[in-house]
């Protein structure tokens, strides 16, 4: 009988954990300024949440990072600016006749991100990205991303030349 008893008030407990816990989540999740509804979370307050037990940027941020860097016809000021390395923004500037960050002379129609690969051991994450031009042809680089920099910026560029 005892163990009856101690397997029931075990089970009770259980229950009322679980409770509290839908409760509490429930609670928290109607206490704020408005309904989910109303304000969906943006991607860039959503990429906040590291899913790399490292805190590494995952194969997805970076795929997210280089798909918004370069968007359909290359890099604006702001990007070329804020989410480019030191390094890079350097060899840039020392590169003339081509625009280095999309390994061209000129604008392409536009642009595609590939897979994304990331080595953890090097520290690094890297996708070709591929231009479209008119007359149909195409060309391709690599575009490499640290995994540990905060904020994400693109790192260094490959075009194969």
Not at 9 to 25: E, I, S, Y
Not at 59 to 85: C, M
Not at 88 to 116: F, M, S, W
């Amino acid at each position: 009988m005892l163990r009856t008893t101690s397997r029931r008030t075990a089970a009770a407990a259980a229950a009322a954990a679980g409770a509290a816990a839908l409760g509490l989540t429930l609670t928290l999740a109607a206490s704020g300024p408005a309904s989910a509804a109303a304000h969906p979370q943006s991607a860039p307050a959503a990429a906040g949440v590291r899913s790399d037990p490292n805190g590494r940027h995952t194969a997805a941020e970076i795929h997210r990072f280089l798909t918004s860097f370069y968007g359909q016809h290359g890099p604006d000021a702001g990007a070329r600016e804020h989410q480019v390395s030191d390094h890079l923004k350097d060899r840039a500037a020392h590169t003339e006749g081509y625009d280095l960050l999309l390994c061209a002379q000129n604008t392409p129609r536009r642009i595609t991100v590939g897979k994304v690969t990331t080595a953890q051991s090097a520290g690094v994450g890297w996708a070709t990205v591929t231009t479209f031009w008119d007359g149909g042809t195409r060309g391709s680089f690599t575009a490499y991303v640290g995994l540990e920099s905060r904020p994400i910026v693109l790192q260094d560029v490959d075009c194969g030349w």
